[in-house]
């Protein structure tokens, strides 16, 4: 194990040391990393929805294409044993070389204007399947760049990273599309990626704190099996968890799966333009969300915060489902998005806190499955919006959110008084 980096002044409060995770070198190289793969993964999710709507005009379509990206996460608590079985960083340069290699090979396909459909279904899989290791890795890494009290302002700060490109990327992104064709949009992916390799190779983990030999003693089926243990066992974990899947199959399903049919529909636009705004609103939402944690990343009530934001959630949906002007709905999505990176980085800290290094990868993996859930009912809000409507897909979305907190308000109490 590494020597860690030098540690904060003694006289340094704890709240002073949880509001400086960029003072670590190693977490500035995730977190900067973590920006730049975030930009070519929203450039990326508006290319493809514009793609599929453009070659299908099918509402199901575009839910397919966009889904089956985000399917392999279901496979994210294996890559939690590889995690918690070899060394963290060097997994990640692999995943991430990988990745740059996908995203030009696509490019290529791209300028000699050769894509089909299917080829979008392909392409959107094997990304899918790079990135089931890529992002709970990047994950799991938060945890071994900075010391425990500054993990809090270290995940806030790592999501407003993520969001700031979702802000920015997708409007980019639209107009990249607009004026100069998809191929262009993902020749910035690959070299986004490609510069996010080659920083990688120069982090380090000075706060893994873990022991792998453990891991290896045992078989990675029962690694694999310790995980879900600790999950479904460990009370805090398994609500949080609970919770984080909930938001997930509902609302985020929805709105991600569906943007694209919306912006053509509802707001009549289909050269691409608006999807990128909405996307940057979102992506404005999160940051703003995340932007908050960051500074307030004291905070004790999570639990409260938590419940609060995701019921404002759900109404934020039904607002977007009744509307028809963009700025409206740019507004909706905002706060909509603002609601919730404040539950879902509240989330992911508890379930850092309760979680022990050695079993980090495959807790953090079984957490992120929520993600893999996304397609299943993205499939489903594209059978309601091609039935009923994108509007009433959206409208179901919101009202089931609400639903969820509901029930869990009253059935469990715990999560709400939640405190740490």
């Known amino acids: 194990m590494q020597a860690p980096n030098p540690q904060p002044a003694a006289s340094a409060t704890r709240s002073a040391v949880s509001r400086q995770a960029l003072r670590y070198p190693d977490f500035r190289i995730l977190w900067f990393t973590t920006g730049l793969v975030a930009g070519g993964v929203w450039f990326q999710q508006v290319t493809l929805g514009w793609l599929a709507y453009d070659l299908s005009r099918d509402a199901v379509q575009v839910a397919g294409v966009v889904g089956i990206r985000a399917l392999p996460l279901l496979l994210s608590p294996l890559t939690g044993v590889i995690a918690d079985r070899v060394d963290r960083r060097k997994l990640l340069l692999v995943d991430q070389a990988l990745v740059t290699l996908l995203v030009f090979g696509f490019t290529i396909v791209l300028l ?99 022991d792998r030999s453990q891991a290896r003693e045992s078989s990675p089926f029962q690694n694999l099996k310790e995980g879900f243990r600790r999950v479904i066992t460990e009370p805090v974990t398994r609500i949080t968890t609970a919770m984080t899947f909930g938001l997930s199959i509902t609302m985020l399903a929805m709105v991600f799966n569906q943007l694209p049919v919306y912006s053509a529909e509802i707001l009549l636009n289909e050269d691409g333009t608006y999807l990128g705004l909405l996307l940057m609103a979102m992506g404005l939402g999160g940051f703003l969300g995340t932007g908050l944690l960051a500074v307030f990343s004291a ?72 993600i893999g859930m996304m397609p299943f009912w993205g499939v489903v809000a594209g059978v309601i919006s091609k039935v009923y409507g994108v509007d009433n897909a959206f409208l179901v979305g919101g009202i089931a959110g609400l639903a969820i907190i509901a029930v869990a308000t009253l059935a469990f109490p715990r999560y709400r008084r939640l405190e740490m």
């Open 299 to 370: 905070v004790r009530r999570k639990g409260q915060l938590a419940s609060v934001a995701f019921a404002l959630s759900a109404v934020s949906i039904i607002v977007v489902a009744l509307v028809d002007v963009l700025w409206m709905a740019m507004v909706a999505l905002l706060l909509q998005q603002m609601f919730v990176q404040l539950v879902m980085t509240t989330n992911m800290t508890v379930v850092h806190t309760m979680t022990p290094d050695d079993l980090r990868g495959r807790v953090i993996g079984v957490y992120q499955m929520e």
């Open 112 to 210: 000699y204007d050769l894509q089909q459909l299917w080829h979008l279904y392909v392409f959107a899989f094997l990304f899918g399947v790079l990135w089931a290791g890529n992002n709970p890795v990047r994950q799991v890494l938060i945890a071994n760049t900075v010391p425990r009290e500054a993990l809090m302002n270290a995940t806030a700060m790592s999501s407003m990273a993520f969001n700031l490109m979702r802000a920015i990327g997708p409007a980019i992104g639209g107009f990249v599309i607009a004026f100069l064709g998809p191929g262009m949009n993902f020749l910035i992916q690959g070299c986004l990626f490609f510069l996010a390799l080659l920083m990688v190779t120069r982090m380090r983990t000075p706060y893994y704190s873990g």
